[in-house]
């Protein structure tokens, strides 16, 4: 976090008057590495899609569809009366808490129980050290029973003392929070005028299914693609970018016929996997984990099932965080959303005379999760340089492509060296220029801030014709032709 903020990757939003939980702004840095990903996301899925089971290209269309929507939508999809999480006040701290955040420590000869949010290791200890205290013994994680408080009865319940409280009984039972922002749509402002911002994008692509049928010569099975921002009104957002109220997703709803989801089920969870991979998440800090019946989701119990593509980000270690969900929605949406308007939602195969509701398949992707999962798995601390860092980027999201240096500020080298710059910058684009501090002070910037390749333009180059580069990775150096370099970056990035 500290990295991010020096190097203008994250910022808290609207820092200068305090913040507000649950909100993040990007900076240059960020902005760009979030731009790469999406991007290449979009790149990959829409404008040139993979190759399907049989051989040919998936066929896939992109939408961007309005953040608020007629407020019929979410109460055709559920969110209206069934999108809450339970919640927990404490009347001491006035603070809010997800019920199954809240962890309940007790043990045996103490007359209190302590509570902690989860994955607070300063909050667990702290409640620790105070379950002790009522104990008149030095306790360790050993010594104490933790559950979580929807799990207690509500004599337990009175004994417990809040995560930021000094008194018992203060916490209240769990009850529903319905997690959508409302707002209001004309300048009247009453109930009557109440809208939301969207939860998820998802709803977009259904409510917008017949349009797409009716104009764009799309044949099942095809995708319709967006990305989008969300709001989700997080009772207790944390882990830096992980949990937040503001967020942006990459979804795919892919319609296919009802036989074929398995097929497909199989397809996009395998795809999403390697996808991620050629993002730079190589490492064993990435899993595919199958959902377990009890888990899924009301529109997932009838079909193929549920997968979640997981990080092991530092918050969630030893345990991983959902930074993909690959489901089978079998036809729920679209069901739902022609039941509750009336207007006709299938599909017709001329070829085999026959009315269909697709099934749909949906790899669901977060832009600020994938973003964060890769400054986690890029963060690299320097063998050679124990209080030093870079940031292993893949070159193609990677927000700086190159730096061009003169060694010195003298002697023609500023001159080639902006020549060179301007050449590269015009081809790829952010591509950084200096010739101010020391070479090393340089080198050092570009490795925190994740560029791959920085060619240094010395005494030699006015008389070989050549340039040094330098592998952010590796550290090596070799000499490149100075009318050579634009054709290898070309290649390099790539990679």
Not at 190 to 216: C, H
Not at 268 to 278: F, I, K, N, P, T
Not at 280 to 294: F, K, T, V
Not at 341 to 367: Q, T
Request: hydrophobic share 35%; charged share 25%; with cysteine.
């Amino acid at each position: 976090m500290a990295l991010c903020k020096r190097r203008g990757f994250i910022f808290q939003a609207s820092e200068i008057y305090g913040g507000l939980n649950g909100f993040w702004d990007y900076g240059p840095l960020g902005a760009q590495l979030k731009k790469n990903l999406k991007d290449a996301w979009w790149n990959d899925m829409v404008v040139h899609p993979p190759t399907g089971p049989d051989g040919s290209d998936v066929s896939m269309v992109g939408l961007d569809s309005c953040i608020i929507q007629n407020p019929r939508v979410w109460v055709a999809s559920g969110h209206v009366g069934g999108f809450n999480d339970p919640m927990v006040d404490c009347k001491e701290s006035k603070r809010r808490y997800r019920a199954d955040h809240v962890q309940i420590m007790t043990t045996e000869g103490a007359d209190r129980a302590y509570a902690f949010v989860e994955g607070d290791d300063a909050g667990r200890d702290k409640a620790l050290k105070q379950l002790g205290k009522h104990a008149r013994r030095t306790l360790v994680l050993a010594d104490v029973t933790v559950a979580p408080l929807p799990s207690l009865s509500k004599d337990c319940l009175a004994t417990a003392v809040g995560p930021d409280a000094k008194e018992p009984g203060t916490l209240t039972e769990p009850r529903a929070f319905n997690l959508m922002f409302k707002t209001y749509v004309g300048a009247t402002a009453n109930e009557d005028d109440v809208a939301y911002l969207r939860p998820e994008t998802a709803q977009g692509i259904f409510v917008n299914f017949k349009n797409v049928l009716d104009t764009s010569r799309v044949k099942l099975p095809f995708g319709i693609a967006q990305t989008g921002k969300a709001f989700r009104n997080e009772v207790t957002p944390r882990n830096f970018t992980f949990r937040s109220r503001e967020f942006e997703q990459m979804e795919i709803e892919f319609f296919c016929h009802p036989n074929a989801t398995r097929e497909w089920y199989a397809y996009w969870r395998d795809l999403r996997v390697a996808w991620w991979r050629s993002m730079g998440l190589l490492s064993e800090n990435m899993q595919l984990r199958e959902h377990d019946q009890d888990e899924l989701a009301h529109y997932a119990k009838s079909g193929a099932g549920t997968s979640d593509i997981e990080y092991r980000f530092p918050f969630t270690h030893p345990g991983y965080g959902e930074l993909e969900g690959i489901a089978d929605r079998s036809n729920f949406d679209l069901t739902q959303h022609r039941e509750h308007s009336k207007v006709k939602l299938e599909y017709f195969d001329p070829e085999h005379g026959e009315r269909v509701v697709p099934h749909v398949i949906e790899p669901s992707a977060g832009a600020d999760r994938g973003v964060l999962a890769i400054l986690c798995e890029a963060f690299t601390p320097d063998p050679t340089r124990p209080s030093k860092v870079y940031m292993r980027f893949a070159p193609r999201v990677s927000p700086l492509k190159a730096a061009v240096y003169p060694l010195v500020n003298k002697d023609g080298m500023p001159e080639i060296a902006e020549h060179l710059y301007r050449e590269l910058n015009r081809r790829f684009g952010f591509i950084e220029y200096d010739a101010k501090q020391s070479i090393g002070k340089r080198y050092a910037r570009m490795d925190e801030s994740g560029c791959p390749f920085c060619f240094t333009i010395d005494g030699e180059t006015p008389g070989d014709q050549a340039v040094t580069v330098r592998h952010r990775d590796t550290q090596l150096q070799e000499r490149i032709a100075l009318d050579r370099v634009s054709d290898w970056l070309a290649a390099e990035l790539v990679r």
